[in-house]
């Protein structure tokens, strides 16, 4: 099994922060990687999509990156509505998500 | 617009049943792959199972193995979940998912229902 460890697993920040989120899968899994942000009590909304394609709708200061075994998710100026927890899943065998990250205000 | 509606969730015995149900609408169901997801309280998401638009493959996770069954209705734009000797561990909000690609089974999740409460206690 795919294990994916997300870091950091908190992030505290301002608004107009860049922030990175890292995301590393046990093994390779080419470019076959998907962000979601989870507000509290609302479902996850997918963000990007394998690896640095961006959704429809969602704005342009998300971005991903990366492939193989090192992925990473920026958002270039943080926002209010950005503060949230963020989640990495691979599917490049089955599924499996990583154990999250959590944005919040600094 | 897509729309995933889920329903089914409820308080349940250790050792007992449960079937979610999920109505599918917005879209052309029998083309794509169906998934679902938990979250237990206060954790992370944990892919549960996934099942081709044909109904023909199924995936599981170990976690729920010979436990859960997934099945769907193609007729009635429907995804179930047969969810059999439920333990604590399977205490979660329960998210039905749409695949985001026609011509893969494997592929990212591009819609989510605002899931159902699945609460294992006596």
């Known amino acids: 099994d795919i294990q994916m460890t997300q870091s950091p697993s908190t992030l505290s920040a301002s608004v107009g922060d860049r922030v990175t989120i890292a995301c590393r899968p046990s093994q390779s899994i080419s470019n076959w990687l998907a962000w979601y942000q989870q507000n509290p009590g609302k479902a996850p909304k997918l963000l990007i999509y394998?690896?640095?394609i961006l959704e429809s709708g969602v704005p342009s200061r998300f971005s991903g990156s990366g492939s193989g075994t090192e992925f990473t998710l920026t958002i270039s100026s943080l926002q209010p509505d950005d503060f949230a927890t963020y989640y990495c899943q691979q599917y490049n065998s089955m599924w499996t998500f990583g154990q999250g990250t959590k944005v919040e205000i600094k | 617009e897509v729309q995933l509606l889920e329903s089914g969730g409820d308080l349940v015995q250790p050792g007992g049943s449960l079937r979610l149900s999920c109505a599918a609408s917005?879209?052309?169901?029998?083309?794509?792959?169906m998934s679902w997801v938990r979250q237990a309280p206060g954790k992370g998401l944990e892919w549960v199972s996934t099942?081709?638009?044909?109904?023909?493959?199924?995936f599981y996770a170990d976690s729920v193995k010979g436990r859960y069954t997934i099945s769907r209705d193609n007729s009635k734009n429907t995804l179930f979940l047969q969810m059999n000797s439920l333990g604590a561990d399977d205490t979660s909000v329960y998210y039905c998912?749409?695949?985001?690609?026609?011509?893969?089974?494997?592929?990212?999740?591009?819609?989510w229902g605002l899931g159902t409460l699945v609460t294992v206690s006596s």
């Open positions: 099942i081709s638009g044909g109904g023909d493959r199924t």
């Open positions: 394998k690896a640095s």
């Open positions: 998912a749409k695949v985001g690609d026609t011509a893969m089974v494997i592929a990212h999740f591009d819609n």
């Open positions: 917005g879209f052309s169901f029998s083309r794509y792959a």
